[in-house]
């Protein structure tokens, strides 16, 4: 079989800065254009300049092996990694060459027109990208080794329904240990559980699965926290995660008004404040990334806590609302240091420990964004990821290679992990209709 030429969109490379060394004995171009729009993004203190910024080092290491306009061996097995440019003379006249995208697919053009027997595929994240390429004649694809799930459809859910028989869900509420053999069911750790009679469907049994040599948990109904009662069994079931210090790692996705962010907090609360009860971590700490919804305002003024005021209102807004409005209060906890609102990019080479922490809007987090926060998490740390998979303002992932749907995979077998997601929205009837339908 021929070896291929993949012509690298600026996407692949912002995505996953080691995609070069993903494509096998195949050949790789990079256009001229896209070390030009790499080089813009060097400086983001974010994942997306992370990247930029090593794979300029790779680049750098392989133009010290060879000469890049020649082409580079990527390494033993791999294939040869070249820049070029394009042959204006070869390209449709309407081919608007001001556009950077175009300059990209002009260098794919190209590199088709000089290799009549080779396949030339175009990489790219930009579905628009894809589209020109088709409407050129040229193949292209997208990148997909981050994906970590096929659609949005498969993501982890945290329960499932299993038939059972009348007297295994009488057993239970009687308190008589019930487990599961190995095979019986496919189930995760710290997977719930709704125990459905094959005789009366609408007998039930709601149930978390820690392993299988540990019986089924009755799951507490109705619990209090914060003045926050759940709505639904989806709540319910957060909050007895939320709630339990052996599980360190929570993880909550639901559209927008299911109560992730307000039981997230509330827990929090509950469990580093309450005056009624001890508690378990010293103080809260709160945070989301820095990503805007629609066009970026540019730098604000101010010192820091100003800066991250527009950001972390929404999260400000749900500890008012727990607080009862009183917002001296909030002042004074603030003050204390009880609560933190963390700029998530001064969190690396920190060691948290003794801290309930929120990372919220987690899905427009990139996995290595994720990974480097969880790595941050310290002795008695309590961690909780929440998000909607669905409204993702990072042009860099999406719904199936975001970091929240990475950790929610990756971590799902592992007990010191819980994960549930939240379907029924419960801020109000037109925030439940318009997520619903718009």
């Not at 390209?91 to 030339?120: F, H």
Request: contains cysteine; aromatic residues 6%; neutral net charge.
């Amino acid at each position: 079989m021929a070896k291929k030429i993949y012509v690298f969109d600026t996407s692949i490379c912002l995505t996953d800065y080691n995609s070069i060394k993903a494509f096998g004995n195949n050949d790789i171009v990079i256009p001229l254009k896209v070390l030009d729009e790499i080089d813009g993004h060097k400086k983001r203190q974010d994942g997306v300049g992370l990247n930029a910024r090593q794979i300029i080092r790779l680049f750098d290491a392989y133009r010290t092996k060879g000469n890049l306009y020649d082409g580079v061996r990527i390494g033993k097995g791999k294939g040869i990694i070249s820049v070029k440019s394009y042959n204006p003379e070869i390209l449709p006249s309407d081919l608007d060459l001001s556009l950077p995208d175009n300059q990209i697919i002009a260098t794919a053009l190209t590199e088709k027109d000089n290799n009549s027997i080779r396949k030339v595929i175009v990489v790219s994240r930009d579905i628009n990208m894809r589209v020109k390429c088709d409407a050129l004649g040229l193949t292209s694809e997208d990148y997909t080794k981050n994906q970590i799930v096929k659609n949005p459809g498969e993501v982890y859910t945290g329960f499932i329904s299993h038939l059972v028989d009348d007297q295994t869900i009488d057993a239970f509420y009687n308190g008589e240990e019930t487990i599961f053999e190995k095979g019986e069911v496919a189930v995760e750790s710290n997977q719930f559980i709704m125990l459905v009679s094959s005789s009366n469907e609408k007998k039930t049994a709601l149930a978390r699965f820690i392993n299988y040599n540990t019986p089924l948990r009755k799951v507490p109904e109705g619990r209090e926290i914060w003045s926050v009662r759940p709505r639904n069994k989806e709540q319910n079931f957060a909050i007895d995660l939320l709630m339990d210090p052996k599980v360190p790692v929570v993880s909550l996705i639901g559209k927008a008004g299911s109560g992730k962010t307000l039981l997230a907090i509330a827990a929090g609360l509950e469990q580093s404040m309450s005056p009624t009860s001890k508690n378990k971590y010293n103080r809260l700490i709160v945070s989301r990334p820095i990503q805007p919804l629609g066009k970026d305002l540019g730098y604000l003024p101010g010192t820091l806590e100003e800066k991250m005021s527009p950001w972390l209102a929404p999260i400000q807004d749900n500890l008012e609302y727990l607080m009862g409005g009183d917002k001296s209060t909030l002042r004074d906890y603030l003050a204390n240091g009880l609560i933190e609102m963390e700029a998530l990019t001064y969190i690396r080479g920190r060691s948290i420990s003794n801290a309930y922490i929120i990372i919220d809007e987690a899905q427009n987090l990139t996995s290595h964004e994720l990974k480097t926060i969880l790595t941050r998490v310290g002795e008695d740390t309590k961690i909780v990821l929440t998000g909607d998979i669905d409204q993702i303002d990072n042009a860099y992932v999406n719904e199936t290679t975001n970091g929240l749907t990475y950790a929610v995979e990756k971590f799902k077998s592992y007990e010191l992990v819980g994960h549930i997601t939240l379907r029924k929205g419960e801020r109000s009837k037109v925030a439940t209709l318009a997520a619903n339908i718009l």
